[in-house]
């Protein structure tokens, strides 16, 4: 049953409440599109919300961290803590689980929950979590975005929103993730400088990331969810990338088979 | 310590048409599944990749029972647990809608028949799930521990997700 609070969201279903008060998820990277998804988690009524971040919040940050105010650069406030702020702001009764540190500290913890909003920089954070949530039969939503500059051309801004759904395609499926551009992150590591963020794309981002969970978790389009939808900053559009039509989408994951044992759970020793 | 069952909605839909096909004399359908587990920080996942349905001949013919399986479903399920190395819980399904419970009878002589699965794979979880129409309900017998814990979650995951036998 809805509440006076959801009454203006009551087409997602009559169990909307009660799914979104049920459901686990967990934001990993309390950034520009992390603060995002969290903002709207606690309006929509998740009530059981881990968020992980190793930072504190910095000046540079303010041009984009929902949530944060001068102060909590002035004394250095977790990102974390800002976040539960603002989820406890909206909905006192919510559990938060504060994740301090790097996710892979928090591995097991984050093992446990039902939905996965990544919103880590780089492509081999994403690579390692994919690997993570394939593993443990998570969904993850990916967010990121980008801004690269071509000589004399105006700036070009860029993002992503991916659905690695077990047993879909993956990042590497969908040519997101390849040696190419994940050696070229390596040869780069430690001089690559601070990375462009401004806060609006992230905002399309993040929103675009709630709004595929909510129809992940209610059904109300009665559609299935994009799995790849690619931002264009600079025209403000958010679509499927042309070359999605080159991939046959039904294939099953040869990365991540979804019927191997092996590939799932804690690693044993098997002895043969 | 909770135990948390997670499954694809593809494997979660076979194995409910699976266990909805009528059989000659038995009145509900058996099979098993098998996963891996993950220790958590509350407790233990249980990654469910695979379902076997106990065959039609296996089957004893027991009219006080919804069904009644004989030696050699127990034996091959068994095996496969052992192959994969893998969790293995003991399924069926009472059709009706809202929270399923598992019966006296069920209680008394299903865990016996998954108590081998702690000697050969004795680093895995086993247990009972038992499905109805919108819910499941499960026990599971975590390694080092005697007695059974409920399953305190089923997540299936897929579009729409569904979280069943939510008892958190």
Known sequence: MTTERTSRQSFLGDHSDDQFARVSVAVLGLGGGGSHIVQQLGHIGFSRIGICDPDVAEESNLNRLVGATEKDVEVGARKVDIASRMIKGLRGTAKVQVLFGRWEEHANTIADVDLIFGCLDGYAARRDLESFARRHLIPLIDIGMDVHRADGAAPQMSGQVIVSMPGGPCMWCLNYLNNVVLTREAEKYGAAGPRPQVVWPNGILASAAVGIAVDLLTGWTQQRPPIYLELDGNSLTLAPPARLALYDLQKPCRHFPADDVDHHGDPVFKVR | ?168
């Open chain 2, 1 to 168: 310590m909770t135990v948390h069952v997670r499954l694809t909605s593809a494997l979660y839909k076979d194995i409910r048409a699976d266990l909805e096909r009528p059989h000659e004399f038995a009145a509900e359908r058996v099979g098993f599944a098998y996963g891996r587990q993950a220790l958590t920080s509350s407790g233990v996942l249980v990654i469910v990749i695979a379902f076997d349905p106990v065959a039609d001949s296996d089957y004893e013919d027991d009219p006080s029972v919804g069904a009644r399986i004989g030696a050699p479903a127990i034996n091959k399920a068994l095996q496969r647990a052992a192959s994969l190395g893998a969790a293995a819980f003991h399924v069926h399904a009472h059709l009706h809608a809202g929270p399923p419970r598992f019966s006296r009878t069920d209680l008394a002589q299903l865990p016996p028949v998954m108590e081998p699965f702690a000697h050969i794979v004795s680093n895995q979880t086993r247990g009972l799930l038992v499905f109805s129409d919108d819910d499941c309900t499960g026990l599971a017998w975590v390694p080092g521990e005697r007695s059974s814990r409920r399953v305190s979650a089923v997540t299936v995951v897929g579009s729409p997700m569904q979280l069943i036998g939510v008892r958190r």
